[in-house]
T-cell receptor
Framework: NAGVMQNPRHLVRRRGQEARLRCSPMKGHSHVYWYRQLPEEGLKFMVYLQKENIIDESGMPKERFSAEFPKEGPSILRIQQVVRGDSAAYFC?????????????FGSGTRLTVV | AQTVTQSQPEMSVQEAETVTLSCTYDTSESDYYLFWYKQPPSRQMILVIRQEAYKQQNATENRFSVNFQKAAKSFSLKISDSQLGDAAMYFCASNSNSGYALNFGKGTSLLVTP
C-alpha cells in the first residue's frame, strides 16, 4: 500500500501562473481532504471531497482556488494566477470513511513557492 | 470555532530523558477526538497518538502517552526515553464540529540533544 501520494513535491511558479497539485489517496479511501500550512503555522483545513463531489469547501479562498476529485484519477487542487501569499506547503489526506475520528493518512505535501 | 493552542514554540530534551508538550483546546462539543501528529524534516505528517474524549483513560503508544484533562481542556503529550529520532515538529489537533476537519495548533519544535 503506497499511502497517500502527492506530486510534485516541490513546485515553483511565477506570479500570475497556474499551480496544479495532485493527490492520489490510499487504496480503498474515497474521502480526500486538502490542508494548507503557511510558514510557522499549523495546518488549516481547505476542502473535503468525495468522488465527484465537493462536500465542504469552507476553508478555500473564494477566488482563484478550486478542487476536484474525479471518478477516475487523482484529486487536483488548482490555484490560478498565483500570488506570493500562496507560497505554502499543501497537504492532502485521505480516509476510508467520512470522519476524522481515527485521524487521516497524510501525504508528504507539495511545497509551492511563488516567485 | 474550535481553537487549539500550543504555548511552547520550542522545547529541548536530552536523549533518554522525558519531555512533556502542552496543548489546550476550546470546544463546545461533548464528544470529540484529540490527536498528536509528528512532522519530521521530511514533512510527512505522522499520527502519534489519539484520544477519545469520552474515555477517561489516557491513551498510550509505547513511549508516548497523554495526560488528558477534559474539564481543563488540556491534552499534553509525554515522550519517555527520548530518542534522537523524536526530533520534529509536534502538532496537537482536534476534530471540528463537522467531524471530518481537524483543527491544528501552531506546533512545538522538539530538539533532542545527545
Amino acid at each position: 500500500n503506497a499511502g497517500v501520494m502527492q506530486n510534485p513535491r516541490h513546485l515553483v511558479r511565477r506570479r500570475g501562473q497556474e499551480a496544479r497539485l495532485r493527490c492520489s489517496p490510499m487504496k480503498g479511501h474515497s474521502h480526500v481532504y486538502w490542508y494548507r500550512q503557511l510558514p510557522e503555522e499549523g495546518l488549516k483545513f481547505m476542502v473535503y471531497l468525495q468522488k465527484e463531489n465537493i462536500i465542504d469547501e469552507s476553508g478555500m479562498p473564494k477566488e482563484r482556488f478550486s478542487a476536484e476529485f474525479p471518478k477516475e484519477g487523482p484529486s487536483i487542487l488548482r490555484i490560478q494566477q498565483v500570488v506570493r501569499g500562496d507560497s505554502a506547503a499543501y497537504f492532502c489526506a485521505s480516509s476510508p470513511g467520512p470522519n476524522s475520528n481515527y485521524g487521516y493518512t497524510f501525504g508528504s505535501g507539495t511545497r509551492l513557492t511563488v516567485v | 470555532a474550535q481553537t487549539v493552542t500550543q504555548s511552547q514554540p520550542e522545547m529541548s530534551v536530552q536523549e533518554a530523558e522525558t519531555v512533556t508538550l502542552s496543548c489546550t483546546y476550546d470546544t463546545s462539543e461533548s464528544d470529540y477526538y484529540l490527536f498528536w501528529y509528528k512532522q519530521p524534516p521530511s514533512r510527512q505528517m505522522i499520527l502519534v497518538i489519539r484520544q477519545e474524549a469520552y474515555k477517561q483513560q489516557n491513551a498510550t503508544e509505547n513511549r508516548f502517552s497523554v495526560n488528558f484533562q477534559k474539564a481543563a481542556k488540556s491534552f499534553s503529550l509525554k515522550i519517555s526515553d527520548s530518542q534522537l529520532g523524536d526530533a520534529a515538529m509536534y502538532f496537537c489537533a482536534s476534530n471540528s464540529n463537522s467531524g471530518y476537519a481537524l483543527n491544528f495548533g501552531k506546533g512545538t519544535s522538539l530538539l533532542v540533544t545527545p
